[in-house]
């Protein structure tokens, strides 16, 4: 219908108040009834770290969940066949070897772990205002700057946060989210895409809807708050986050 709204009126000889309560019963209607049938059970996410705010250090902590894993370790037994003596050569080497590999995996595992902690423990500190306030004041956290800190490479932080979970006193969220970009802030020096997309939906929230703001608005509105945007950022982030164009958003 593209909200070309009063042409409908117009063609139906019908009051607008009818139309948009017509329009309000259609959003709730099913385009896809047969997924209704979909029997797929959705397992839940099972966090992998979490961040929890202690009133006593007035500080965020973070810690990693290990869930069912059991510690792992290699049993003494090994060591020992190792020295014993008149034990055939090639099944010593076969056994070194694995004792080896056995070994490494172990260890690589530690790493991991202290690798993840070591980043939620750096996401706490940073995003502190994001887990007090919410969206719109998350931080810019790029992956290199975390990577500089801990002093290891760039590729083993992403890893790190690949397909992991955090549960924080805001919800769940994947790990990546609390890593990109942004732009300058007057207010905060700072400020990350994903609070600038924050602060544009509270724009379009509050704006009449009897006559939405435009694109150059949206944007003048950001300047306006001391966030440095374009017209073109306005319109990609908008429509990443399924906001109509002002003419589709506009109320009769």
């Keep these: ?15 607008m108040d009818e139309i948009n309560t017509a329009i309000e019963k259609m959003h709730f209607l099913v385009l896809s009834p047969g997924r209704l049938l979909n029997t797929e059970t959705v397992l839940p ?10 009133e006593g250090q007035d500080r ?9 894993l059991p510690p792992l370790r290699l049993s003494a037994q090994y060591d ?22 056995a070994r490494w995996i172990i260890e690589a595992i530690g790493q991991r772990r202290t690798t993840l902690l070591r980043v939620v423990e750096i996401v706490a500190d940073r995003q502190r205002d994001f887990l007090e306030q919410g969206d719109a004041f998350l931080r810019p956290l790029p992956m290199t700057e975390v990577a500089d800190m801990l002093g290891i490479h760039v590729a083993t932080v992403s890893r790190a946060v690949s397909d992991k979970w955090v549960q924080t006193p805001r919800g769940l969220f994947p790990l990546r989210r609390f890593f990109s970009g942004g732009t300058q802030s ?18 379009v929230n509050q704006e009449d809807k009897k006559k939405p703001f435009s694109d150059e608005m949206l944007a003048t509105q ?3 708050q001391g966030i440095e945007i374009a017209r073109r950022t306005v319109v990609k982030y908008r429509q990443q986050m ?4 002002a003419r589709l958003r506009r109320e009769f």
Aim: hydrophobic share 40%.
């Design 242 to 245: 399924g906001i109509p164009a």
């Design 222 to 224: 950001l300047r306006e």
């Design 186 to 203: 007057d207010q905060d020096g700072q400020m990350s895409w994903e609070a600038v997309k924050a602060r544009l939906q509270e724009i």
């Design 1 to 15: 219908m593209e909200n070309r709204l009063p042409r409908i009126a117009t063609k139906t000889k019908l009051p």
């Design 45 to 54: 996410v099972i966090p992998d770290a979490f961040i929890d705010f202690d």
């Design 60 to 68: 965020f902590l973070a810690g990693v969940r290990d869930g069912n």
């Design 80 to 101: 020992e066949m190792l020295k014993e003596q008149g034990v055939d050569e090639t099944a010593k080497k076969f056994l070194q070897r694995n004792v080896n590999s």
